[in-house]
């Protein structure tokens, strides 16, 4: 086990906290969340918290940063090749649009994400969500080879966000039909 103050015990404290962030947040947003709920979750005192992010602005930016890095290494793991090498542009934006389902199945990170884009008025947050949107952005088009082909992917992202925060595939109505495409 780490001494006390170590790199290697602050690492896993933080790896810790950003879980607990991304609950957190997750249920209550940016704004109705604080940092006393996210101590209390891990476990820790407040002002530990503190020691490790300055203010819960910078520990949301932080949680926004991790959750893209989860984001893009998802996407590549369950993605086809760079380029959809040998699919067609409709079966690469299907394997892709799939390996954002896989991603966002656990709908905590789908509501800490939609609550991160509500939270942009806050100027670290924004910066943080912009680098994410840039990191996707970069990432599909890698994937996917053409910049139409991102922006559809990002279009069915959004509706199939909806669909599933909404739980459109449980309601047996004909609007809901439509937009879970069933």
């Not at 930016?61 to 991790?66: I, K, N």
């Not at 890095?69 to 067609?88: D, I, K, Q, R």
Request: hydrophobic share 45%; glycine share 8%.
């Amino acid at each position: 086990m780490p001494a006390a103050g170590t790199s290697t015990k602050s690492d896993e404290r933080r790896r810790t906290i950003m879980a607990a962030a991304i609950d957190c947040f997750a249920l209550k947003g940016f704004y109705g969340t604080t940092t006393h709920e996210i101590a209390e979750w891990v476990g820790i005192s407040q002002p530990y918290l503190y020691r490790l992010y300055p203010n819960k602005e910078a520990l949301f930016a932080a949680t926004v940063d991790h959750v893209s890095v989860v984001m893009t290494e998802t996407l590549v793991a369950n993605s086809p090749a760079a380029g959809g090498a040998g699919l067609t542009p409709e079966a690469a934006l299907d394997a892709a649009r799939g390996a954002y389902a896989a991603l966002v199945a656990d709908h905590t990170i789908l509501r800490f994400l939609m609550h991160a884009n509500c939270a942009v008025g806050e100027p670290l947050v924004a910066e943080a969500v912009r680098r994410c949107y840039a990191k996707q952005v970069d990432t599909v088009r890698q994937l996917l080879g053409d910049d139409d082909a991102v922006r559809r992917w990002f279009g069915a992202g959004m509706l199939d966000n909806v669909v599933a925060v909404l739980g459109l595939d449980d309601i047996d109505e004909p609007w809901a039909h439509i937009l879970a495409a069933r």
